[in-house]
């Protein structure tokens, strides 16, 4: 599965982003989907996960705030991120895999979002 986000940019705290990310490949629409995270210099972390009939799972950090969604028809998965805090700053990763435990199995580039205080 190849994975391709966008979406990602500058904005103020307290402001909104919506990332997407597109799957292409032979098995892209019965796969789980993921977001990750990656703050500098930390580690990278898991933000949200949805299976592929739609059952969603959150980081404590991001519930209420982030919603993952998808579309199969076309193979795209989608983070809306909503009153936004300057430690959401990071680049963020779209992930694929079997199911939602397993989805680190293919990753995309990337794309940076930072908030601004």
Known sequence: VQLV???GGLVQAGG???LSCAAS???ASSKAMGWFRQPPE???EF???ISWSGSTYYADSVKGRFTISRVNTNNTVYL???SLKPEDTAV???SAGATVYSVRDSWGQGT???VSS
Request: proline content about 0%; glycine content about 8%; overall charge positive.
């Open 5 to 7: 986000e966008s979406g």
């Open 42 to 44: 930390k580690v990278r």
């Open 25 to 27: 490949g032979r098995t």
């Open 80 to 82: 809306q991120m909503n």
């Open 16 to 18: 909104s982003l919506r």
């Open 112 to 114: 940076q979002v930072t």
């Open 92 to 94: 963020y990763y779209c």
């Open 47 to 49: 933000v949200a996960a």
